[in-house]
């Protein structure tokens, strides 16, 4: 079947699963703040600041502003779809589990998840190693001291399994 029949094919079925079960909520409507009548932010240290700006502008609208997951408005309609929904970073989330090695490499190369309604998506090089870094602060300043110690700590022991297994001077990898 040629590809465009094939996405027509798709669409048709989506809406007469929608009008079939019926129990599909419509789309939430979002209004977006403008800039200039956004909150001055909370921080002084200039990192969290642009941590702040970054989180806010890039992962906010999918992971909440408050770091909370998914908006709660548009919950219903991805769990009527049988998703998953976008995972909290804050402290109720399992961001806090894994090294910072792992949530980089999930930043830059994202998760193709077919469960997720909103996958994360690859930012791959649209920020810097200094600018991502800026928004892990930001987002660790969500956890609690023992999520941060754990955080610190499996980074510490990823970093030195890495040190362990790198290539020495010379060697290819296979
Ligand atoms: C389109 C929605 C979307 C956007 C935008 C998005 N994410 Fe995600 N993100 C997800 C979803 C969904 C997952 C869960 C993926 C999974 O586990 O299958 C995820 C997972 C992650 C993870 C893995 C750790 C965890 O707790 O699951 C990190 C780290 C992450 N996101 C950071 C970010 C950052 C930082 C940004 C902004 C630069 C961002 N995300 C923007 C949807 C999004």
């Not at 079925?13 to 909370?42: D, H, K, M, N, Q």
């Not at 906010?60 to 976008?86: D, F, K, N, R």
């Amino acid at each position: 079947m040629p590809h465009k029949l094939l996405v027509t094919a798709a669409a048709l079925l989506f809406v007469g699963f929608s009008a079939a079960c019926g129990t599909v909520a419509e789309p939430p409507v979002i209004t977006l703040i403008p800039a200039g009548e956004r909150p001055p932010s909370r921080f002084t240290d200039p990192e969290l600041i642009e941590g702040e700006a970054l989180y806010n502008l890039a992962c906010a609208h999918c992971h909440g502003y408050e770091l909370q997951g998914q908006l709660e408005a548009s919950i219903p309609q991805t769990e009527a779809l049988g998703m998953h929904i976008v995972p909290p970073h804050d402290e109720t989330g399992h961001t806090w589990m894994h090294p910072d090695q792992l949530l980089i490499r999930a930043i830059r190369e994202g998760i193709p998840n077919p469960l997720q309604q909103y996958p994360m998506p690859a930012f791959e090089d649209a920020y810097s190693d200094a600018q991502i870094n800026a928004i892990l602060r930001y987002i660790r300043f969500f956890w609690t001291e023992e999520q941060r110690d754990h955080n610190r700590r499996v980074t510490e022991q990823w970093a030195a399994l890495d040190q362990q297994f790198a290539p020495t001077e010379g060697e290819t990898m296979p």
